[in-house]
């Protein structure tokens, strides 16, 4: 597939097309991505399950850190669907929508387990402020995150659906 030229650089003498913008995004996203999956890893070292304090922490740090992983594999899929690489859209979407799921799941679970504890633990008032919005927080971030990267990657399988079922050279 042929991209027409975007850019024409008169000075240099070359053209810059969206396929050179969607290297410099895939790189970025990458970049980003694994940035954030460092993030999140090190949340979890060392580990303490089995404390109800540390598990409500540590789903709080992790999706206090998963926007950057959503926009680094948003980015790393918009680079791979504009440059046609179709295996690579599949794997980085489908680990998406498994990543997505295992979040949205372990991070409910997770919830439920340590929410009331939280404040049932909590006398002073204004504590007890803070764990609600602590706990709203982590709600709203609960349903926007993980539903995001699903979308994305959703979005980046129907672009290979719509490319495999489009005549070539159309």
């Excluded at 850019?7 to 050179?20: G, K, V």
């Excluded at 609960?142 to 079922?165: G, R, T, Y």
């Amino acid at each position: 597939m042929t991209h027409a030229p975007l850019i024409t650089d008169r000075s240099a003498r070359r053209t810059l097309s969206p396929r050179s913008g969607a290297d410099v995004l895939g790189t970025l996203g990458t970049a980003l991505a694994a940035l954030g999956v460092a993030e999140i890893v090190l949340v979890f070292i060392p580990s303490a399950w089995g404390n109800r304090e540390w598990e409500f922490g540590s789903v709080v740090a992790v999706m206090d850190g998963l926007p950057i992983v959503v926009l680094g594999i948003s980015l790393l899929l918009y680079s791979l669907v504009t440059r046609e690489k179709d295996r690579w859209v599949r794997l980085v979407g489908g680990l998406g929508m498994v990543v997505g799921v295992v979040l949205l799941v372990g991070g409910i679970a997770i919830l439920a387990r340590t929410v009331g504890p939280a404040f049932a633990s909590v006398t002073d008032p204004l504590v007890r402020l803070g764990v609600q919005k602590a706990v709203g927080k982590l709600v709203l971030q609960l349903a926007i995150s993980p539903a995001a990267l699903m979308l994305v990657c959703w979005f980046a399988w129907k672009q290979l659906n719509a490319a495999a079922s489009r005549p070539a050279g159309s």
